[in-house]
């Protein structure tokens, strides 16, 4: 599973940048580039096959629950706080896969495609993976 995770890495990227685009766009207010970039996103994520998505999501997983998280209330700042990681990326994409593996196709590219922190958590867990 590391393996291909570490194929996919590229194509991680590639929805990271395309979420940064539709911030930007959002941030402009640009209805219809929003839009087109959230289909070209919707697009790629329907193309991954389900080994595929298993292994974006495990990612995820690993981005999320790795790390320590301290949210200010005063702002809408978020602080990750970098904890030891003590398993090899081979048992955390193991450990954080556990439960998906029973989610169809279907299943996991919803996950990805409506869940928010998307990029984040990618970003995190490729860190985390040494991707």
């Known amino acids: 599973m590391y393996s291909l995770a570490k194929q996919l890495a590229g194509r991680m990227k590639v929805?990271?940048?395309i979420e940064s685009e539709?911030?930007?766009a959002e941030s402009h207010q640009d209805e219809e580039v929003v839009r087109n970039l959230e289909q070209k996103r919707s697009n790629l994520i329907k193309m991954f096959t389900h080994e595929e998505l298993l292994?974006?999501?495990t990612v995820m997983n690993v981005g999320r629950s790795e790390r320590g998280y301290r949210y200010h209330f005063n702002s809408n700042e978020i602080e990750i706080i970098h904890l030891p990681i003590e398993?090899?990326?081979?048992e955390l994409m193991q450990k954080y896969s556990y439960y998906l593996v029973h989610k169809t196709k279907q299943e996991l590219a919803h996950g990805i495609e409506y869940y928010t922190a998307v990029s984040e958590q990618l970003k995190e867990g490729m860190e985390i993976l040494k991707l």
């Open 22 to 24: 539709i911030a930007e």
């Open 87 to 90: 398993l090899t990326e081979h």
């Open 55 to 57: 292994v974006i999501k």
């Open 15 to 17: 929805i990271m940048e």
